[in-house]
């Protein structure tokens, strides 16, 4: 199997050293704009299965020409990025597995089908995985109507002001406590703000009691399962996180509106782009990602539950783990044909049956677990 991956960041990183040392790759060529970035994952991840390719990905005409000749492709790209490759991998007839979400993949079913081509989209940790599990729990349930998933990146040793660490890009960070959620409530698709309802969630120690709040991170499920009476995507944080960046936005520093300062017109948010994101990434990297997965029926509940830490060995984060080799096994299930079909596929339907044990089993296998309770 020859893989293609765009993006050597922290989670295409993550996606290309699972896949280079995976025995079904033969090939493993990663594509991004960045040379120095490129050089240093080529160093790291060793071996002579993997290879380097410096592309500007934001060309058309160069993605679609790099994307040929791949059983399969896994992106892993900021927003602002994910549509021109996405319409690319399309036209070129790839196939497809993006880590990202965005609405306009779903726009594209009808030119995918007429081309052949294959996207999964929003196929990491969250969304991704949560969803795959959560549809799982519900054709398992007679009834079920109604699922929550709960997850989130948090620091190992929570450190103030913000008790917070950079795991992923501040501009995702704060799109999800700036934008609104869109949540089911009986059986309507709603929008609520993030931070209008906070609840306390407890885990088993040492992780004790976080916070959570509804961000929209439903992706795919939006679409795919309309059925529900109750459905929504839930952050989790460290008690005390969401007071502290809720003063700030009720302060005004994630306003887009640009304000006069001696020199310039800037826009608040840009400013807390930089400063936090400075702010926040500083620190111990030693990160832990919780999540859970809850499907109810009037007289049956599923539940599952993961706890999983940073890979001192391998100094990989466990966000990385957990979202890029979901990506990275569910790529491979497209490129050995187990998953099978053009369009658009998201995760939930993709993976499904036997699908969804084989990939526990090889996330398992890699050190992420994940347990079920009935």
Known sequence: MKAGVLGSGLMGSVISWDLARSKDVDEVVVADIDPERLSALKRRAGGRKLSVETVDLRNRTKTVGFMKGFDVMASALPHGVVNLVDVAAVQSGAKLVDIAFEDAQMALQSEAKKRGSLLVPGCGLAPGLGGILLAHAVRSIRGADEGHIMVGGIPEHPAGPFDYKLVFSIVG??????EE???????????????SKVERVRFPEPIGTLEAFCTDGLASLVYTMKGMRILDEKTLRWPGHVEKMNLLMESGYFSREKVKVPGADVSPLDVSYAVLGKKLSQGDPHDITVMRVIAKSPGQEMVYDMVDRYD???????????????ASIVAQMVGSGEVQGSGVIPPE???????????LSELGRRGVKISLQK
């Open 349 to 359: 339907t993709a993976v499904r049956g036997k699908l969804v044990e084989r990939l």
């Open 312 to 326: 001192d060995k391998n100094g990989v984060t466990s966000m990385g783990k957990t979202t890029g080799f979901t």
């Open 181 to 195: 959620a869109r949540v089911f409530r009986g059986g309507r698709l709603v929008k609520v703000m993030p931070f």
């Open 173 to 178: 960070l704060l799109r999800e406590y700036i």
